[in-house]
T-cell receptor, first 114, second 115 residues
Framework: QKEVEQDPGPLSVPEGAIVSLNCTYS??????FMWYRQYSRKGPELLMY????GNKEDGRFTAQVDKSSKYISLFIRDSQPSDSATYLC??????????????FGKGTLLTVNP | EAGVTQFPSHSVIEKGQTVTLRCDPI?????LYWYRRVMGKEIKFLLH????????ESGMPNNRFLAERTGGTYSTLKVQPAELEDSGVYFC?????????????FGSGTRLTVV
């Protein structure tokens, strides 16, 4: 079983739609949860991070973590064509100094159509 | 502030040849990481430097891969001899604090194609 599962899509939505992206994971040691956005031919760029369970909001983006279900989500409200990118979930444990090592999902390719 | 710079951006080599990838981290970042994405797979951790010391190379696939960071500045990742399965995108990242991954800044990657 993979440590992190993410539906690769592709996902295509009209401009203005609400987008929901999800990942599940199996390693209960994960405590830090991140979403990265990656544009074509670029490196991943940190979008949001959350520690443990809960919600975090930043503008049009909301990250949710449910550790009891080992399930994380990213919601994008009022999606824009500029949001078109690959979205990667990533997570890491919190013990000692090992939380530098990220475990990624495969990424979901999102296209927002004007 | 300049970002993490990687070059070449793309390299095509024949099986059996040697390739060296280079990463220039953000100035002042002691921590440097290499990751790799093989086609159809997730981005996976390769290794972690703190200054010039390898802290964790548990993700290195085999002994055909050699990473160095002389002087604690730029890093190189050499693949010798390259095999077909080494094809993929190699990312470098750097951070100031090693204990928290949110400090990562990734480079744009080197796309390696072994034919």
């Amino acid at each position: 079983q993979k440590e992190v599962e993410q539906d690769p899509g592709p996902l295509s939505v009209p401009e203005g739609a609400i987008v929901s992206l999800n990942c599940t994971y199996s390693n209960s040691a994960f405590q830090y949860f991140m979403w990265y956005r990656q544009y074509s031919r670029k490196g991943p760029e940190l979008l949001m991070y959350t520690y443990s369970s809960g919600n975090k909001e930043d503008g049009r983006f909301t990250a949710q973590v449910d550790k009891s279900s080992k399930y994380i989500s990213l919601f994008i409200r009022d999606s824009q064509p500029s949001d078109s990118a690959t979205y990667l979930c990533a997570m890491t444990g919190g013990s000692g100094g090992s939380n530098y090592k990220l475990t990624f999902g495969k990424g979901t390719l999102l296209t927002v159509n004007p | 502030e300049a970002g993490v710079t990687q070059f070449p951006s793309h390299s095509v080599i024949e099986k059996g040849q040697t390739v060296t990838l280079r990463c220039d981290p953000i100035s002042g970042h002691d921590n440097l990481y290499w990751y790799r994405r093989v086609m159809g797979k997730e981005i996976k951790f390769l290794l972690h430097f703190v200054k010039e010391s390898k802290q964790d190379e548990s993700g290195m696939p085999n002994n055909r891969f050699l990473a160095e960071r002389t002087g604690g500045t730029y890093s190189t990742l050499k693949v010798q001899p390259a095999e077909l399965e080494d094809s993929g995108v190699y990312f470098c990242a750097s951070s100031q604090a090693s204990g928290w991954a949110r400090g990562y800044t990734f480079g744009s990657g080197t796309r390696l194609t072994v034919v």
